[in-house]
């Protein structure tokens, strides 16, 4: 009888332990839920989120349970956050693990802030132009939390990895490319990198001041993070994009051939590398880098991938002398972008998804109305205005949030409900403007065209 009890008692705190696993649970975004933060808000400790390739406007996404965060197929989650200060993408309150994402235009990446002392990990991740920090661990309480880091490409934010009164940090595997600062830390416990690059970072690393007995503001890189400037030897030049993608380490199951997992990973690699050869004036070697990426990403459908590498050739084709090779690639970006927005849900989307974006039509405008200038043939006129036309009216925001009949679940995904016009800049304004009045010069056959132009210019300044 009483090994019978004792049997029993044990196999209750075995089912007791296992709970989290016994019951755990699959949920999909956006099937199951239209938002990844409304599935992480219905879902348990131990759920796996997995969200399906698709572009998703969403901004401070509480983790705050102990789950898997993953997108379906790598680098196929395309997550937008919001500019504002002190916004981020993801907020880490739990041991959770998220893989997968490209996280784009915020003010933070992902943050771990008022946080029990967890330890939670991020890998195989993309994070792209945040205003301060890729990833921050930051406390108020003492040295609180900490995170595993390995597989990151990080470029164009002020800091890459940023710690303030965290307990500890580890990152591997991993390339940081055009930020300010790479690795930044403050009142930390451990602050570790290992088999990381960066490139073209003011800094590597930035050491505060401490204020914390026990604590450190020191970032041990390990002798094999490598710290580029200028410097890329010749006999690495030719296959850059495959010794950076070793160097990271990437896992077997992304780099297969199994849906275009490599041909992802290549295209965003590549146009990083082009973009940092373009700061760095070595344009033919941003071209070659530029057109890898395009090739990447037309054969994985990576529309993103493809409209960073035509806007890079075409930025490329404004330092030659044929003016309309740039136009052709303004025009075949803008098509992409096109794409991306028609296959939009609902037609929801944020200014920030044209934080990236405007440029193009700007400088798509402007080099029309050089163009025109030049050869002086009304058709770049006409194709300036409706340029302009399509830049005005792509960022306004649908205004079905505001309606009754919304579906589920959109009401806690942080959209706006108040239409936005995309910023418009004064050499934006200028290039209609110029167009106008060499217009009202012609005979008064382009009469109409130069009316159409001057009232429409008044809707943009």
């Known amino acids: 009888m009483r090994i019978y009890r004792r049997r029993v008692i044990i196999l209750l705190f075995i089912l007791t332990a296992g709970c989290p696993i016994l019951f755990s649970k699959t949920i999909k975004v956006p099937v199951d839920f239209l938002t990844i933060k409304s599935a992480v808000k219905n879902s348990q400790n131990g759920d796996i989120i997995e969200v399906e390739d698709g572009y998703y406007f969403e901004r401070n996404i509480v983790i705050d349970k102990e789950i898997q965060l993953r997108a379906k197929i790598p680098f196929g989650a395309i997550v937008y956050g919001s500019r504002e200060r002190g916004e981020c993408i993801f907020i880490i309150r739990a041991k959770a693990d998220i893989t997968g994402f490209i996280l784009k235009n915020s003010y933070n990446g992902i943050s771990q802030r008022d946080s029990p002392d967890v330890l939670w990990k991020g890998h195989d991740l993309g994070i792209f132009n945040m205003m301060f920090a890729a990833i921050e661990i930051n406390d108020r309480q003492g040295n609180i939390g900490g995170a595993f880091l390995e597989h990151l490409i990080i470029e164009n ?11 500890e940090v580890q990152v591997q595997n991993s390339f940081i490319a055009n930020c300010r600062t790479a690795f930044q830390g403050s009142d930390h416990i451990s602050y570790s990198v290992k088999q990381a690059i960066t490139w073209n970072c003011l800094a590597a690393s930035t050491q505060d001041r401490t204020f914390r007995p026990n604590s450190t ?3 041990r890189l390990s002798s094999d993070v490598l710290v580029l400037n200028d410097f890329i030897s010749q006999r690495k030049k030719p296959e850059l994009h495959g010794w950076v993608r070793s160097y990271l380490n990437i896992p077997d199951s992304l780099i297969s051939r199994k849906e275009n997992r490599l041909e992802r990973i290549d295209g965003i690699i590549n146009n990083v590398i082009g973009r940092v050869y373009f700061k760095k004036n070595d344009y033919l070697s941003s071209q070659k880098y530029f057109q890898k990426a395009l090739t990447a990403g037309r054969m994985s459908n990576m529309r ?3 409209f960073e590498a035509l806007f890079g050739l075409a930025l490329i084709s ?3 002398t044929i003016s309309s090779l740039s136009a052709n690639y303004y025009k075949e970006a803008i098509k992409e972008i096109d794409e991306i927005i028609n296959g939009l849900p609902l037609r929801l989307y944020q200014d920030s998804f044209f ?4 440029e193009i039509y700007e400088l798509l405008i402007h080099r029309l109305c050089q163009m025109y200038l030049k050869e002086s043939r009304p058709e770049y006129a006409e194709e300036a205005f409706l340029f302009a036309e399509k830049s005005r009216t792509a960022g ?9 009949n919304k579906p589920g679940g959109l009401a806690d995904s942080g959209f706006g409900t108040k239409g936005l016009e995309i910023k418009k800049r004064s050499r934006f304004c200028s290039a209609v403007c110029i167009v106008d009045r060499h217009l009202e010069r012609k005979d008064g056959s382009y009469w109409r065209s130069s009316k159409k132009l001057k009232m429409n210019t008044r809707l943009f300044i």
């Open 304 to 306: 993103e991938t493809i």
């Open 217 to 219: 503001n020191q970032v």
């Open 318 to 320: 404004e330092k030659g």
């Open 157 to 167: 934010c002020r800091t890459g990895i940023s710690t303030n009164d965290a307990r």
């Open 396 to 404: 306004i925001y649908s205004n079905l949030l505001e309606s009754p």
């Open 355 to 358: 934080e990236d974006k405007i």
